[in-house]
């Protein structure tokens, strides 16, 4: 069964902590997303990589950066960790079918 | 506009149908596309359809959608506890993007 891997279901960081947060897909997939998700809010694109060592940016990357060194990895981080970064995250990846987004399981990420 | 739009709560009763409602953005989308997340779950797709269909069934979940007026609607038939979730709408954008709507929290009451 095809999976996307995020490293951690919930995580709990401190104001200021630099945070990384892991998503591993066995797709061979190009295209990969960071989303996070809030009440209300639906799902926001933070950024998406259309293959290894390529980023763009999404609607909101403000506090946020990325890394693609491997097709299966796209990491995301926190440079700098703020309560308003407080949410569900979600990493997706999409290959050339019609099937849409694979998903991760998502990390729910607690900024004290 | 921009957005994908979607009610974002329903409650229905286990044993009736369940009908989920989204405006689209854009009529060039190929495809149109219904997630469901369970709660602390990422989200997994449910169904599409293809934009040159109107309607498409698959067991107990019924897809119609309207090009001219970029309306898309999920109907589930009797619906039941297991299907309490947040279901997304989402269309197809060029070859690799996607745009969400807000999702909808459809609540099912025994």
């Known amino acids: 069964d095809v999976k996307v891997t995020q490293s951690s279901r919930y995580l709990v960081k401190r104001t200021g902590e630099k945070v990384f947060l892991e998503c591993v897909q066995d797709?061979?997939?190009?295209?990969m997303f960071w989303y996070r998700q809030d009440p209300g809010l639906g799902l926001r694109l933070i950024y998406f990589?259309?293959?290894?060592?390529?980023?763009e940016k999404g609607d909101i990357p403000e506090g946020y950066s990325v890394s693609r060194e491997k097709k299966e990895r796209f990491s995301l981080i926190l440079e700098s960790a703020s309560t308003n970064q407080t949410s569900m995250y979600l990493c997706?990846?999409?290959?050339?079918?019609?099937?849409?987004?694979?998903f991760g399981s998502g990390t729910r990420l607690t900024v004290v | 506009g921009e957005d994908v739009e979607q009610s974002l709560f329903l409650s229905v009763r286990e044993g009736d149908s369940s009908v989920i409602n989204c405006t689209y953005t854009?009529?060039?989308?190929?495809?149109l596309y219904w997630y469901k997340q369970e709660p602390g779950a990422g989200l997994q797709l449910l169904t599409y359809?293809?934009?040159?269909?109107d309607m498409k069934q698959d067991q107990r979940l019924t897809v119609l959608l309207n090009k001219k007026d970029k309306h898309l609607s999920l109907r589930i038939a009797d619906t039941q506890t297991g299907d309490s979730a947040i279901y997304f709408c989402?269309?197809?954008?060029?070859?690799?993007?996607?745009?969400f709507g807000a999702g909808t929290r459809l609540t099912v009451k025994p």
């Open positions: 997706a990846s999409r290959g050339s079918s019609v099937r849409g987004y694979t």
């Open positions: 797709m061979d997939h190009e295209n």
């Open positions: 990589s259309y293959d290894v060592k390529m980023k």
């Open positions: 854009d009529s060039s989308s190929t495809y």
């Open positions: 359809i293809f934009s040159n269909m």
């Open positions: 989402a269309e197809s954008i060029g070859s690799n993007d996607m745009r």
